[in-house]
């Protein structure tokens, strides 16, 4: 009955690969979103869904394209991957769109680009 | 102006000791100030949160204070336990915009 679950947990692929990751939330809420944590725990936002629709795209590279199939779900693609992608990626969900609502997170994936 | 400044950036306490953090902003906007809890290998959960018309919150031994006139608000641990020892993010928001957070507090609790 995990509230936010993120598939796989860890990930080890080689610089140029392509990889996905997976994020399911059964917790009904309307809000997605994937966060990226360096090395140092630094969180920052990459995207953010409401409703399968796009609402923030926070200047990350072409390389990452999430997409939405149904508001339950939010996947991250990542193309050609680089040494410095490597880091732990975490989706949440939040009930409706702003943070005072409360952020569910998934427990990461950690990618690692060798 | 978007960004929350977090200090310190480690805090080692002794088991039963407070436990403080501190944040600051720029951007007198922000309207709701959580602080999230991090255990190793888990994603960040909510801890507490304030909002600017209160100047202080307490839940259990968790308590914030929040300064609106020197845009500031800490975390105060009190008889901080070794079950405490984790990575703590402040972070704010304005309305229903996105969550800014904080560089984030590694506290030790050591026995």
């Known amino acids: 009955d995990t509230a936010v679950s993120q598939t796989p947990k860890y990930l080890v692929t080689q610089m140029g690969n392509d990889k996905s990751i997976k994020c399911e939330q059964n917790?009904?809420?309307?809000?997605m979103y994937w966060y990226k944590q360096d090395s140092k725990k630094f969180l920052k936002i990459m995207f953010s869904y409401n409703n399968k629709e796009l609402i923030i795209n926070e200047t990350v590279p072409n390389r990452f394209s999430p997409k939405s199939p149904d508001k339950a779900h939010l996947n991250l693609h990542i193309n050609s991957l680089e040494l410095g992608d490597s880091a732990v990626y975490f989706c949440?969900?939040?009930?409706?769109?702003?943070?005072?609502?409360?952020?569910?997170f998934g427990s990461g994936t950690r990618l690692t680009v060798v | 102006q978007q960004q929350v400044k977090q200090s310190p950036q480690s805090l080692i306490v002794q088991k039963g000791g407070i436990s403080i953090i501190n944040c600051a902003y720029e951007?007198?906007?922000?309207?709701?100030f959580p602080w999230y809890q991090q255990f190793p290998g888990k994603g960040p959960a909510l801890l507490i949160a304030?909002?600017?018309?209160?100047s202080e919150k307490k839940e259990g031994r968790f308590t914030i204070s929040f300064n609106k006139s020197a845009k500031q608000f800490s975390l105060h641990i009190m008889d901080s336990q070794p079950g405490d020892s984790a990575t703590y993010f402040c972070?704010?928001?304005?309305?229903?915009?996105?969550?800014?957070f904080g560089t984030g507090t590694r506290l030790q609790v050591f026995p």
């Open positions: 917790l009904g809420h309307d809000t």
């Open positions: 949440a969900s939040s009930p409706r769109q702003g943070g005072s609502y409360g952020y569910t």
């Open positions: 951007n007198t906007a922000f309207d709701y």
């Open positions: 972070a704010a928001s304005i309305g229903p915009d996105k969550l800014i």
């Open positions: 304030i909002r600017p018309d209160v």
